[in-house]
């Protein structure tokens, strides 16, 4: 069974988090369905006391952080008189003193923490602060786009009930293919690409001789049959206007199309786009 690209996501952001601040320990996860932050990943740790330690809103450096959304740190977590100290015993096993706590939030919600720490009392700098934010970054943004994805996906599973409807499911397409060539996920991107097959398949009445298209091809096209200029499609793409205009030239070609409008309306009779 493939390893959650949750999991993937935060092991990278808490190495990335000890190569840039030089901390020596880091670890964190995401919070669960119940709102408590599950302890799922561990860097430079010499014991496994602080895996899967679960940690409530407002309770120690963590939940300190979780409550406020921002950044937390202390010099001496067990001396500390600014956090409480339920999770003390874990800590100490780890033999761990300055601690730094950093949510992770998408849409001004938390989804998760990060910790750096260091096995000595002292006060972390501004550096450090920004270097494990930046890292806490790396989260969010994969957060936000599997949100993204999930959304579209179930909003393209919604029957469609009137004709005018299309334009909407073709700006949909587009957009679920754009989104596609930045998911790491393969079994998501499958999906993803699944569904936009789907869409595709219920606009277009299909030819009698197949056509294919390259994957940026077809892309490009998505967001030509929307409307979208070169330089507009490639901004969604992340592709050069004269990228865009090669990817568009080789897709009409070969179509037997001579125009961008032609080009859009054969390859939805051909099944390639809604």
Not at 103 to 118: E, I
Not at 214 to 224: K, N, Q, S
Request: contains cysteine.
């Amino acid at each position: 069974m493939p390893e959650p690209v949750e999991a993937v996501d935060m092991r990278a952001a808490l190495l990335r988090m000890r190569r840039t601040t030089g901390l020596p320990v880091a670890f964190g996860g995401l919070l669960t369905g119940s709102g408590q932050l599950r302890i799922a990943e561990l860097s430079g740790t010499a014991t496994p006391a602080l895996r899967g330690l679960t940690v409530s809103a407002g309770n120690g450096l963590g939940g300190k952080s979780i409550a406020l959304s921002r950044p937390c740190a202390v010099t001496d977590y067990r001396s500390s008189v600014h956090i409480s100290h339920e999770y003390d015993t874990a800590v100490g096993a780890e033999g761990l003193h300055a601690v730094l706590a950093v949510p992770v939030v998408v849409r001004r919600q938390v989804r998760g923490v990060l910790y750096g720490a260091v096995r000595e009392r002292l006060s972390f700098g501004d550096r450090t602060y920004n270097a494990a934010v930046e890292a806490a970054r790396d989260v969010e943004q994969s957060l936000a786009v599997r949100d993204e994805v999930q959304q579209r996906l179930a909003a393209a599973r919604e029957p469609v009930a009137e004709p005018g409807a299309w334009e909407q499911v073709r700006e949909a397409h587009s957009e679920l293919r754009a989104l596609a060539t930045r998911i790491a996920d393969r079994e998501l991107r499958d999906e993803l690409l699944a569904v936009c097959a789907r869409l595709a398949g219920g606009g277009g009445a299909g030819l009698e001789r197949p056509v294919a298209l390259a994957p940026r091809e077809v892309d490009v096209l998505a967001w030509v049959a929307t409307g979208a200029t070169n330089a507009a499609a490639g901004a969604r793409l992340g592709l050069k206007p004269e990228t865009v205009k090669g990817y568009l030239r080789s897709a009409m070609r070969k179509l037997g199309a001579h125009t961008r409008l032609e080009a859009v309306v054969a390859a939805r009779r051909a099944g390639l786009l809604p």
